[in-house]
Nanobody
Framework: QVQLVESGGGLVQTGGSLRLSCAVSGAILTINYMSWHRQAPGKQRELVASLTDSGTSIYTDAVKGRFTIFRDPAKNSVYLQMDSLKPEDTANYYC????????????????WGPGTQVTVSS
């Protein structure tokens, strides 16, 4: 069973940086779409950044210019570089991918990671 494994969360001071990582555990054929989402206590989960297999990236306005999403195709991994962090960035961050399992099973699957906590202190 394909799973996503996230890492890189933690506690950081305002203005600091963190890099989140999300790796695929298990065999897949291709990854069509990758994204990072976050959910703060009492709030709905929101899209932070996304990246298509063609290289198009989109960011929510709150993180533009501070966060960067990128991938390592050789490792089937996606990353979120977070700079100039603010207390309002505090949330549980989730990785999501849409992938094709195999040539024998060519139907796109949506996979979510379990989340990694990011806390920014003021």
């Amino acid at each position: 069973q394909v799973q996503l494994v996230e890492s890189g969360g933690g506690l950081v001071q305002t203005g600091g940086s963190l890099r989140l990582s999300c790796a695929v555990s298990g065999a897949i054929l291709t990854i069509n779409y990758m994204s990072w989402h976050r959910q703060a206590p009492g709030k709905q989960r929101e899209l932070v950044a996304s990246l298509t297999d063609s290289g198009t990236s989109i960011y929510t306005d709150a993180v533009k210019g501070r966060f960067t999403i990128f991938r390592d195709p050789a490792k089937n991994s996606v990353y979120l570089q977070m700079d100039s962090l603010k207390p309002e960035d505090t949330a549980n961050y989730y990785c999501m991918m849409r992938s094709i399992p195999s040539q024998e099973d060519p139907y796109e699957r949506t996979i979510w990671g379990p989340g990694t906590q990011v806390t920014v202190s003021s």
